[in-house]
């Protein structure tokens, strides 16, 4: 493809070409498997929930309309004829903001993070990726909760606030829990930016957001067998692991002495 469209354009041709309304990580699935962007930043995702909250909230000619909480369509579809916006938000209502899916208390979480995928130093990356085709945002300085495994029973929960995740982590390479554990979860507070950085923490959180969050994360963290939903709550994304590109290089070092 010769010029990338932008992302207005592409969410434009994703809505146009859908029987049906939808949500904005939906869209985004289908721009990368239709590769109508070749530069896709840290946070695709949330890059195209902001394009959308945007417009309809600056946009007095938005092409969006949306019909539920993180759900579009276009307005000029036959989809959206006799829609109202969803709950009765208007254009300038700031529930479109932008922000609201990705930073309720929880930003982003990684679940069952191998303990092996990471080059243990003080200061070791903790690589992980929206998609595979997304830039790797490093979570070292993320703060929040973690879990540590021993196969897929918790044997530990901890939180980092004055030291950062992967400080917290590679304490626990040399501590009394250092044979015990193989994987790690966990949940961040820090919002992440376009190109990958980590943002600093929101000086305050609404107390009716809280009491969701936990619970949604408990939920997801634990995977009890009576809750028939996972931890829908979670408005943060996940990032997949991504292997630390120095654990590839010993990998490959190993193949080469054994050959």
Do not use: C
């Not at 254009?91 to 899916?101: F, H, K």
Request: aromatic residues 8%; hydrophobic residues 40%.
């Amino acid at each position: 493809m010769a010029d990338e469209m932008t992302w207005r354009q592409a969410i434009e041709k994703v809505l146009a070409a859908s029987p049906t309304p939808l949500h904005y990580t939906d869209i985004t699935e289908r721009i990368i498997a239709e590769k109508l962007r070749k530069s896709l930043g840290a946070t695709p995702a949330a890059t195209v929930n902001a394009q959308l909250a945007g417009s309809i909230k600056h946009d007095l000619k938005s092409p969006f309309i949306r019909v539920d909480k993180g759900v579009f369509a276009l307005a000029a579809s036959p989809l959206a004829t006799g829609i109202k916006p969803a709950s009765g938000l208007t254009a300038l209502d700031s529930e479109s903001d932008g922000a609201e899916e990705q930073y309720d208390i929880v930003t982003s979480f990684g679940m069952f993070w191998r303990r092996d995928g990471i080059h243990w130093t003080p200061a070791p990356k903790l690589l992980g990726s929206q998609k595979a085709e997304a830039t790797p945002v490093d979570f070292y300085k993320q703060l929040g909760i973690y879990l540590l495994y021993d196969g897929r029973e918790v044997i530990y929960v901890g939180r980092t606030t004055d030291r950062p995740l992967g400080r917290r982590l590679y304490e626990h390479i040399s501590d009394r829990l250092a044979v015990r554990w193989d994987r790690f979860s966990w949940f961040g507070l820090l919002p992440v930016s376009e190109t990958g950085t980590l943002e600093t923490l929101p000086t305050s959180f609404e107390a009716t957001k809280i009491i969701p969050a936990l619970e949604a994360i408990l939920i997801e963290a634990m995977e009890p067998r009576q809750n028939r939903k996972r931890g829908d709550d979670l408005s943060a994304v996940e990032y997949i692991q991504f292997l630390d590109p120095e654990i590839q290089k010993k990998r490959m070092k190993a193949m080469l002495d054994q050959s």
